[in-house]
């Protein structure tokens, strides 16, 4: 009998380990990380479905269908006695149910998601608080299915960004490869939802980790495909937007010269509506200082259901409003009201507290400004120049494009989302363009911007990648005023017959000659990293940094001068991250007291830093010469106030500090300190 507690503790011992090796291998092995982006896909793919579900089940408790706002002004089937009015209520009781949950659980849950992914993998090492997933998912569906004129993918992305970054900390996954799994998670969700997955793919990629690398495209490939073959199996294999015509195709050229003015029109309307969204946000906000951030929601209900009442299409997300429009079922003067009262409505949702993505809302938009053209030019240039459906369908990745600054994803959503692959070049021109016209008017996309405004850059040069994005007019030191002014003669080549200044010439008039080269061109709108590279190989002393015509010098550089740059980036980087830190913990109500706290921390450890004083018994000594307690690595000793790699027979002085890494919990101290006598 008193064997069985010592066979029960072994095998418990036993399956820990185990489950330790097999987290290990998840989280640093190559192969483990394949296995976790099947994994991420299969749940975000889950995820996507049920959140779908969720988002119907909210509309139908509500109104008595799974979509609504097609069928213009009716009364709800759950609200008979209401009539149309029903719409003035229901937003208010939705927002005193997702208002007080997203306050008191996730605060980042609010608005679309998006940004606080993005600001996650930028700043926090892909960590996300694992109730995210469930307080995104309610408050999203309550959200959408009370009227507010949001999208799916905006949760959906948060959700399966949140359940990853979950898994990937369980496992206890490196910061790098944590942000990895939260693209996948991301990629995962969007296939799945829209049954596309070169979007999610993309969307992963350019939007959310923001960087290549094998290692995520595979991971990533790996998690779209998964979630789509998920979301494959419920719903099926046709395309998202099954009711657009799939056959459209460009037959003139002019065609291209049409969407070209489209899409400069629909890059202006992508930055209109991220201007509005943020400044109605504005607006609100002064509206409701001081008040109580929980009832917003149910307060701003009241306008959006005046809204509501007014354009009852606005109501939800919205697809089958869009596809009766792309239909040709819809005049154009109620397509442009449509068109400006879902830049309204969305911007109203979200500035009020509403949760939910502007994804859809974008191609809403577009799909409107896109048909609009396409039936005005058809009128005048008759058939020729194709369908109306032709230019929406093109509009709606212009107008997302410029919105979110994220062409790839723009071309790959609409050609998978509609089917309409023939068309791929005008999307191609279309999204281009728009997102170029974008990025040349406004710094900031739809998503950035939020970011921004909390004083957080993830678009700025980063440390990591300094040497690519300053120049060398950044590092370079000016030259005296006579060499700056002083005109290089480039006709004194190496085989001139010149004479130059000799050894004894030199020698006589300053000093002896020690050394003489060929000085290697630089200029001054070169990259550090093109400028190190050439120190390296032809100027171990310096370089001169010519002007553009090659007949002044406007500095000279040094390696010293890019250590000096680079000191400087690291010292305001250390800033940066401490604000990004607080910004990605801003769900909590004292973000201070969670940002330093270790996120992976190492088990049974902690950082000991000992001071060695005037009277310390280790003063004058080596470290060998110390007897440490069991367990306690020496790991550093201060060098001109800069912790050093430690070295058994480095002498302590006062002033010193010691950094040890000693095991948690109580140490026994030797009876002498000092284990070995003076030497």
Known sequence: MAAEP???????????????????????NRLGLVVMALVVGAGAGLGAALFREMVFGATWLVTGHDQFGQQ???????????????????????????????????????????PEVMLAVAENGGRIRPQVTIVKALASAITIGVGGSVGREGPIVQIGSALASTLGQLVRMSESRLRII????????????????LTGLFFGFEIVLREFSLDALVATSLAAVTGDLISRAIFGSAPFFAQIPHGLSVTNDTTYLLVAVLAVAAGLIGIGFKTFLYWLEDFVDELWKGRPEWARPAVGGVALGVLLLAVPQMYG???????????????VGLILLFLVSKVLATSLTLSIGGSGGVFAPSLFIGAMAGMA???????????????????????MGGVFAAAAQAPLTAIASVAEMTGNFGITLPIMLTCGIAAGVSKHISYGSVYTTKLLRRGIDIEGPKTTNVLQT????????????????????????????????????????????TDTRQPQE??????LEHALRQLALYGPSGLPVLSDDREHVQGWITRHNILDVLTQTVQSSEQSFERGALAADFGVDDPSLVAHRSSTPLTGYEIVEITVGAN????????????????????????????????????????KRVLLLAPVGPRPLPRDPISAPTR
Do not use: K
């Open 6 to 28: 010592v066979i029960s503790t072994q095998s418990s011992l036993s399956r820990r380990s185990v489950l330790r090796s097999a987290s290990a291998w998840l989280g640093g």
């Open 72 to 114: 213009g002004h009716a009364a709800s089937a759950h609200l008979p006695g209401l009539g149309i009015w029903f719409v003035l209520v229901v937003p208010v009781l939705g927002g005193l149910i997702y208002g007080p949950l997203i306050y008191r659980f996730a605060r980042e849950a609010r608005g679309h998601g998006v």
């Open 182 to 197: 939260v693209a996948c998670g991301a990629a995962g969700g969007i296939a799945a939802t829209f049954n596309a997955p």
């Open 317 to 331: 997300v919205g697809y089958p409003v869009m596809n009766n429009v792309i239909g040709g079922h819809v005049v």
């Open 373 to 395: 053209f396409g039936t005005l030019v058809h009128g005048v240039f008759g058939s020729a120049v194709g369908p109306p459906a032709l230019y929406a369908v093109v509009a």
């Open 470 to 513: 300053l120049t060398v007019a950044d590092a370079m030191q000016p030259v005296s005023r006579s060499a700056a002014t002083a005109r290089l003669d480039s006709s004194q080549d190496a085989e001139s017959d010149r004479p130059g200044v000799t050894d004894e010439q030199w020698e006589r008039l300053a000093g002896t000659v």
């Open 522 to 527: 630089l200029f001054s709108d070169e990259t």
């Open 616 to 655: 310390s018994p280790a003063l004058g000594r080596r470290v060998d010469e110390i007897s440490w307690p069991p367990g306690c690595l020496v790991v550093a000793v201060t060098e001109r106030d800069a912790p050093v790699t430690s070295s058994s027979d480095r002498i302590l002085r006062e002033g």
